[in-house]
């Protein structure tokens, strides 16, 4: 696991920049007033207990979820809307522009079942970012290379295990050149001899300066991985801070606290 | 019974093409629109999806004769006459229009969720979504029961014989009606629908198994 001091230097304007934000499902408010930067090159890892909002929260970053209030700029521009006092959406073409900007790696893999390994890295390569196929093979196969399944270019997903799918869902996310990268609970389905292979890729990409915001349940991995752990309830941000201080934080947070104890009792 | 078949097969060609031309036209037109109605009965604003809900019940809930009949007499009485064939492909296309929407609909909706959004996420637009993670997907699912549509549009097309173009049903009555032997001809045309549908079967158990590597 990486040292935190040791990460890339974090700096600059941020990165990604939520202020405000406001998310309904129907009548229940799930995002209450979101206010949230990354910095550049930095990693912030969202916990909370299930029904918080922290995954809704990554979906809205990509516009996978559209929202009610408030804004989410990548680089200082706007990414759902063309207009925030009219909420005028942006256009298909537009918004497909903004989402190949985000990465994102998901808690079920959604990997593409009916092309291989190495076409799933391809696809976006090819359709979003203008590649000609042996460029885009180049770089798939050195992405796949990468989270070490350079030798399973050519596996379907169906041949795969849980692990490697999700490798190479990173590398299919990676490959892009994502100015940030959501990961969404990507260890969750897995079983747990094989989240060691998935995280150990995380920590090589965060290593090498890749902004990060991701939700996690595994509060070690958060606490070695990221300079920043959000813990997110009911909607709100109730706690934020660099890994240690957040969590010693938790005797004055009772909430926190509670959320903690599941953890301490098991990992601990 | 052999000799009377071999005494018919001549007659019978003329009306074997206009079964195939009729099918052929069906099956094509209805395709190419029934997709187009599905993908917007799934995608497209409000109004246009209520409006493709209502086409589809309504002439699913018609009987095809009855559509058949109203296309060839009820037309011309808002003062569209249409000729015998024409209503006949006519009415069986927006009968097999409307099944192949529900065909669509079924198979796209079965792609689970997850592969819009990850098709999303790469910053696919709508278009390059459908083209190359939807519609791959939703094929398979797609086929078997359009090419069941595609059997049932061979031999639906039997009934255009009712309003009086020349097909192989209509050509076997006119050779029964010369000969006065019913068996060997109703026989023969059995032979002839079967034989067409048997060949649609074995194409789509063939692509069926060509696409069944594609699992969750």
């Given at each position: 696991m990486i040292n935190k001091e040791m990460g890339a230097t974090v700096s600059g304007p941020?990165?990604?920049?939520?202020?405000?934000?406001?998310?309904?499902?129907?009548?229940?408010?799930?995002?209450?007033?979101i206010d949230l930067e990354v910095a550049r090159g930095e990693v912030v890892t969202v916990i909370g207990p299930s029904g918080s909002g922290k995954t809704t929260l990554l979906r809205c970053v990509n516009f996978l979820e559209s929202y009610e209030g408030g804004s989410i700029q990548i680089d200082g521009r706007e990414v759902g809307f063309l207009d925030l006092a009219t909420r005028k959406r942006r256009g298909e073409r537009d918004l497909a522009?903004?989402?190949?900007?985000t990465g994102m790696v998901f808690q079920s893999f959604n990997l593409f079942p009916h092309l291989s390994a190495g076409k799933n890295v391809m696809l976006g390569l090819r359709k979003v970012r203008g590649k000609s196929t042996e460029e885009a093979r180049r770089i798939a196969a050195h992405w796949l290379d990468r989270v070490g399944l350079g030798h399973k270019f050519d596996s379907l997903p169906s041949e795969l295990s849980g692990g490697q799918q999700q490798r190479v869902g990173i590398a299919r996310a990676v490959a892009m050149e994502p100015k940030i990268l959501l990961l969404d609970e990507i260890t969750s389905s897995l079983d747990p001899e094989l989240v060691g292979e998935v995280l150990a890729v995380v920590t090589s990409l965060a290593e090498e300066g890749m902004t990060m915001l991701m939700v996690t349940h595994e509060i070690a991995f958060a606490r070695d991985a990221s300079q920043?752990?959000?813990?997110m309830d009911e909607g709100v941000i109730a706690a934020s801070g660099p890994p240690r201080e957040l969590l010693a934080q938790s005797a004055e947070n009772p909430r926190l606290d509670s959320f903690l104890s599941r953890f301490r009792a098991s990992h601990f | 019974m052999i000799e009377q078949i071999v005494y018919a097969l001549p007659f019978l060609l003329g009306g074997f093409q206009t079964t195939l031309i009729v099918s052929v036209l069906v099956v094509v037109i209805s395709l190419v629109g029934g997709v187009l109605l599905g993908v917007a009965l799934i995608y497209g604003p409000l109004a246009v999806r209520l409006l493709i809900r209502v086409f589809s019940d309504t002439i699913r809930g018609i009987p095809i004769l009855v559509l058949l009949f109203f296309v060839y007499y009820g037309l011309p009485a808002a003062g569209m006459p249409l000729d015998a064939f024409t209503s006949a492909v006519v009415a069986l296309t927006l009968f097999k229009i409307?099944?192949?929407?529900?065909?669509?609909?079924?198979?796209?909706?079965?792609?689970?969720?997850g592969q819009d959004e990850a098709a999303k996420a790469i910053g696919l637009t709508f278009t390059g979504r459908l083209r190359e993670v939807i519609f791959p997907q939703a094929f398979?699912?797609?086929?078997?029961?359009?090419?069941?549509?595609?059997?049932?549009?061979?031999?639906?097309?039997?009934?255009?014989?009712?309003?009086?173009?020349?097909?192989?049903?209509?050509?076997?009555n006119q050779v029964i009606g010369r000969t006065y032997d019913a068996m060997p001809l109703y026989v023969l045309g059995a032979f002839i629908y079967i034989s067409i549908n048997y060949a649609l079967s074995a194409t789509s158990r063939h692509v069926e198994r060509r696409f069944s590597y594609i699992r969750e």
């Open positions: 941020p990165l990604l920049s939520i202020s405000q934000l406001i998310k309904d499902f129907g009548e229940t408010r799930v995002l209450r007033g522009a903004m989402r190949a900007e920043r752990i959000v813990f | 409307a099944q192949v929407i529900e065909y669509v609909r079924g198979a796209v909706q079965s792609v689970p969720k398979r699912r797609f086929l078997p029961p359009w090419i069941n549509g595609v059997a049932d549009a061979v031999k639906g097309s039997a009934l255009v014989s009712l309003l009086g173009v020349i097909d192989l049903m209509y050509a076997i």
